[in-house]
């Protein structure tokens, strides 16, 4: 069966550039979740999207921006890049309805 | 509002032991109870859930049951196995108007010795 679908798998960046991840949702998923997962740390939500509306909004930083787009695919920006934001950010897809978040293999981003 | 609390790891235990790994919540309403596993260097994996008390989630050896009366959805694994080394990861779906998203325990991290 078709999973999430994340890239790059891993990044690697310096303080104050940008990066951008990707996430492609499960086919007929329209929910998509984002989490950053800090070394050790339970996953922290972000931000999600339902039809290409926010639909809620965690702990995102003002640095970062997301989107999500006709094909459902939803994209993580972010800009000013920080030593903190080294982390693993996982993207979670589900069908509206249905309350089970399928998870993808992350982004590992390491800011040098 | 809504939390989730783990016992804490690291879990050590030897091959074919018994398993539990404690979780209890607080929430308002009737929440979705999870657990997931996330195998070393690996993304999250849904290991089971229960969407309604007394409803019992199993897969692969493992089990929890919503406990409503005492707001817990212990795991249990009647025999681990060295494969069965990862951490996992307790939540619950807290749903406020159309915004859905998951609560998490801190995870426990579970080590099999062969």
């Known amino acids: 069966a078709a999973g999430v679908i994340q890239s790059p798998r891993h990044l690697i960046k310096e303080k104050r550039e940008t990066a951008t991840l990707k996430c492609y949702p499960i086919p007929r998923h329209d929910t998509v979740y984002w989490y950053q997962q800090g070394p050790g740390q339970d996953p922290q939500f972000l931000i999600s999207f339902y039809e290409k509306m926010q639909s809620d909004k965690g702990s995102i930083p003002d640095r970062f921006s997301a989107q999500q787009f006709s094909d459902y695919h939803s994209e993580l920006n972010m800009s000013s890049l920080e030593l903190g934001d080294s982390a693993l950010y996982f993207c979670a897809s589900s069908l509206e309805g249905w309350e089970t978040q399928y998870f993808g293999p992350g982004t590992r981003l390491l800011v040098l | 509002g809504n939390s989730v609390t783990q016992m804490e790891g690291p879990v050590t235990l030897s091959e074919e032991a018994f398993l539990t790994i404690n979780c209890t919540y607080t929430?308002?309403?009737?929440?979705?109870l999870f657990w997931y596993v996330q195998y070393p260097g690996e993304g999250l994996q849904l290991l089971l859930k229960?969407?309604?008390a007394d409803d019992k989630g199993s897969n692969k050896g493992f089990e929890a049951t919503y406990r409503k009366e005492t707001t817990s959805f212990h795991l249990e694994k009647g025999s681990v196995q060295v494969s069965d080394s990862a951490v996992y990861f307790c939540a619950l779906n807290s749903q406020a108007g159309n915004n859905r998203k998951l609560i998490w325990g801190l995870g426990t991290s579970l080590a099999v010795n062969p």
């Open positions: 929430a308002t309403g009737y929440p979705s």
């Open positions: 229960a969407t309604k």
